[in-house]
């Protein structure tokens, strides 16, 4: 009885304590399972589109895009209407009339202001709409009479004009900042459009190269598994005397390789999916986890192949950096002529016509009939009108400054006509090298398809060999190997011939609308 109350308690203790440990460790072990990233299927369309909308490179050129706006409407408001106004006071201190000789001088104190606005036109036309008025008072000596001194207003309204006739004329030179702005944001735009293309085809190399490292991976554990079965099964015929010790160590080191092997699928599995995950922005910035991503094994759907002249048009109609390096001929043909417009002497026709009136106190200052308003009043019924026109002629000597920008915008010309015919180049060495990739890739895949497939062959009829004791585990190891690398060569030579594939398409600028698809 004793023994079995000290057992029961020992018994007792190890429930506690089992009890406890569960305890303990039921809420890690649910965290952990909580906290393990559930796997995420995707096709290639959707891995393409999900990097449309978060990849980072993308978001710069968008942001760039959006700041070239700016420039355009800074370029704009040179034209916009401008208002002015002017306020100012001063005072002098008169003169002493030589008929009025020990009267004291008369000294004036002047306050005015003005108000107006101002429009300029890409035309070389300048129109200012302007009201001004002006109080003057003597505070000291006669203006008027011996008993007292006038205060004395003049209002005016004018309108005045100004038109270039020679340098400042021409509205496409005028307009050049706007014209450059505007440009600027569609060249912006093609950029956009054109990294949007090579992101799509970094992303399905990314997708493609995860797709073969999945499906070599599975090859890769069939062939291992098969080799831990040779080995297991020449370990059984050497201990019954049926078989050489070399041919255990012959199988051992075969399946060593096939396990060497696999912890290189492993690795490219998890590069794939890391470099895929940042692509498309499925990890975060700065992020050190990679989300298990699975491929459908789906081929996305792309145009088909057509004649290298007819995707060479396609390039020179879609790709954005040639359409922008066009554009940027047209852009410094524009600022040559601004530039040649820009040595011209400077001619203006100015005029204006404007209408004034005048109104007193008609008072004593010291008076108490004096009327401030009224007078003041009285000077806003303009009865007078006046015109004034005339040329405004200027030529800096020599106009050298004018000269330098016209032999830098030529230049400019130039180097913009070199840059274009520069990218047509690349673009049809780019397509050319792309389209023989294609060839080379179709035929690597025929090849390596028939080799997997004749290995296939090679090793079902070996293992029926082995089976009927015929050959031994070694050779059968080494057939084993032979048709795993195969395999895993076919799997390479699929995602090689997709790869090319997109290449071509990025190349001629169509990847995007062939999987109908836009940024």
Same mark, same amino acid.
């Given at each position: 009885?004793?023994?079995?109350?000290?057992?029961?308690?020992?018994?007792?203790?190890?429930?506690?304590?089992?009890?406890?440990?569960?305890?303990?460790?039921?809420?890690?072990?649910?965290?952990?399972?909580?906290?393990?990233?559930?796997?995420? @299927?995707?096709?290639? &369309?959707?891995?393409?589109?999900?990097?449309?909308?978060?990849?980072?490179?993308? &978001?710069?050129?968008?942001?760039?895009?959006?700041?070239?706006?700016?420039?355009?409407?800074?370029?704009?408001?040179?034209?916009?209407?401008?208002?002015?106004?002017?306020?100012?006071?001063?005072?002098?201190?008169?003169?002493?009339?030589?008929?009025?000789?020990?009267?004291?001088?008369?000294?004036?104190?002047?306050?005015?202001?003005? !108000?107006?606005?101002?429009?300029?036109?890409?035309?070389?036309?300048?129109?200012?709409?302007?009201?001004?008025?002006?109080?003057?008072?003597?505070?000291?000596?006669?203006?008027?009479?011996?008993?007292?001194?006038? @205060?004395?207003?003049?209002?005016?309204?004018?309108?005045?004009?100004?038109?270039?006739?020679?340098?400042?004329?021409?509205?496409?030179?005028?307009?050049?900042?706007?014209?450059?702005?505007?440009?600027?944001?569609?060249?912006?735009?093609?950029?956009?459009?054109?990294?949007?293309?090579?992101?799509?085809?970094?992303?399905?190399?990314?997708?493609?190269?995860?797709?073969?490292?999945?499906?070599?991976?599975?090859?890769?554990?069939?062939?291992?598994?098969?080799? &831990?079965?040779?080995?297991?099964?020449?370990?059984?015929?050497?201990?019954?005397?049926?078989?050489?010790?070399?041919?255990?160590?012959?199988?051992?080191?075969?399946?060593?390789?096939?396990?060497? =092997?696999?912890?290189?699928?492993?690795?490219?599995?998890?590069?794939?999916?890391?470099?895929?995950?940042?692509?498309?922005?499925?990890?975060?910035?700065?992020?050190?986890?990679?989300? &298990?991503?699975?491929?459908?094994?789906?081929?996305?759907?792309?145009?088909?192949?057509?004649?290298?002249?007819?995707?060479?048009?396609?390039?020179?109609?879609?790709?954005?950096?040639?359409?922008?390096?066009?554009?940027?001929?047209?852009?410094?043909?524009?600022?040559?002529?601004?530039?040649?417009?820009?040595?011209?002497?400077?001619?203006?026709?100015?005029?204006?016509?404007?209408?004034?009136?005048?109104?007193?106190?008609?008072?004593?200052?010291?008076?108490?009939?004096?009327?401030?308003?009224?007078?003041?009043?009285?000077?806003?019924?303009?009865?007078?009108?006046?015109?004034?026109?005339?040329?405004?002629?200027?030529?800096?000597?020599?106009?050298?400054?004018?000269?330098?920008?016209?032999?830098?915008?030529?230049?400019?010309?130039?180097?913009?006509?070199?840059?274009?015919?520069?990218?047509?180049?690349? !673009?049809?060495?780019?397509?050319?090298?792309?389209?023989?990739?294609?060839?080379?890739?179709?035929?690597?895949?025929?090849?390596?398809?028939?080799?997997?497939?004749?290995?296939?062959?090679?090793?079902?009829?070996?293992?029926?060999?082995?089976?009927?004791?015929?050959?031994?585990?070694?050779?059968?190891?080494?057939? =084993?190997?032979?048709?795993?690398?195969?395999?895993?060569?076919?799997?390479?030579?699929?995602?090689?011939?997709?790869?090319?594939?997109?290449?071509?398409?990025?190349?001629?600028?169509?990847?995007?609308?062939?999987?109908?698809?836009?940024?």
């Amino acid at each position: 009885m004793e023994n079995l109350s000290k057992y029961s308690l020992r018994g007792i203790k190890k429930i506690a304590f089992i009890l406890l440990l569960t305890l303990v460790l039921a809420p890690m072990t649910a965290f952990a399972g909580a906290s393990k990233p559930e796997a995420v @299927k995707l096709t290639a &369309e959707q891995a393409v589109a999900r990097a449309l909308r978060h990849n980072l490179s993308l &978001e710069v050129e968008r942001l760039q895009a959006a700041l070239s706006d700016a420039p355009e409407r800074a370029a704009n408001a040179a034209f916009a209407p401008t208002l002015f106004g002017d306020a100012s006071i001063s005072s002098s201190p008169g003169q002493v009339s030589a008929s009025r000789a020990g009267v004291a001088p008369v000294s004036n104190l002047s306050v005015g202001g003005g !108000i107006g606005m101002r429009k300029t036109f890409s035309t070389g036309t300048s129109v200012d709409v302007s009201l001004s008025s002006t109080a003057l008072i003597a505070t000291q000596g006669t203006l008027s009479s011996q008993n007292g001194v006038d @205060k004395l207003y003049q209002s005016s309204a004018k309108l005045s004009a100004s038109q270039s006739l020679l340098n400042g004329i021409s509205k496409s030179a005028n307009e050049i900042g706007i014209t450059e702005a505007r440009m600027q944001r569609d060249a912006a735009k093609r950029a956009l459009a054109r990294k949007a293309e090579q992101v799509s085809a970094q992303v399905l190399a990314a997708y493609f190269d995860l797709d073969a490292a999945l499906r070599k991976d599975a090859a890769q554990a069939l062939a291992v598994k098969t080799a &831990e079965r040779a080995y297991d099964d020449t370990k059984k015929l050497v201990a019954a005397g049926k078989s050489a010790p070399p041919d255990l160590l012959t199988v051992e080191l075969s399946l060593a390789q096939q396990r060497r =092997q696999r912890v290189t699928t492993t690795q490219a599995i998890s590069d794939a999916r890391d470099k895929l995950s940042r692509l498309i922005g499925l990890s975060a910035p700065g992020a050190l986890t990679t989300p &298990e991503i699975i491929t459908s094994g789906e081929t996305p759907s792309l145009p088909g192949a057509v004649a290298i002249d007819a995707m060479l048009s396609s390039a020179f109609e879609r790709r954005g950096d040639y359409q922008a390096a066009v554009e940027q001929i047209d852009l410094n043909k524009k600022k040559l002529s601004a530039a040649k417009h820009k040595l011209l002497p400077k001619l203006d026709l100015v005029g204006s016509v404007f209408v004034t009136g005048i109104g007193a106190d008609g008072g004593d200052a010291g008076a108490a009939g004096s009327n401030i308003s009224q007078g003041y009043a009285s000077s806003f019924e303009m009865n007078r009108v006046g015109w004034s026109a005339g040329l405004v002629f200027s030529m800096p000597l020599g106009n050298d400054a004018a000269k330098a920008q016209t032999k830098l915008a030529d230049l400019a010309l130039s180097r913009a006509t070199t840059q274009a015919a520069l990218v047509k180049q690349q !673009i049809a060495q780019e397509l050319l090298v792309a389209r023989r990739a294609v060839q080379a890739a179709k035929s690597q895949l025929e090849l390596r398809e028939l080799a997997a497939k004749v290995a296939e062959r090679k090793l079902s009829d070996h293992r029926a060999l082995y089976a009927a004791g015929k050959i031994a585990a070694a050779l059968l190891a080494s057939v =084993q190997a032979e048709a795993a690398s195969e395999a895993l060569g076919a799997a390479e030579a699929r995602a090689a011939l997709s790869k090319a594939v997109v290449s071509l398409h990025s190349a001629a600028g169509s990847l995007l609308s062939g999987m109908k698809l836009s940024i």
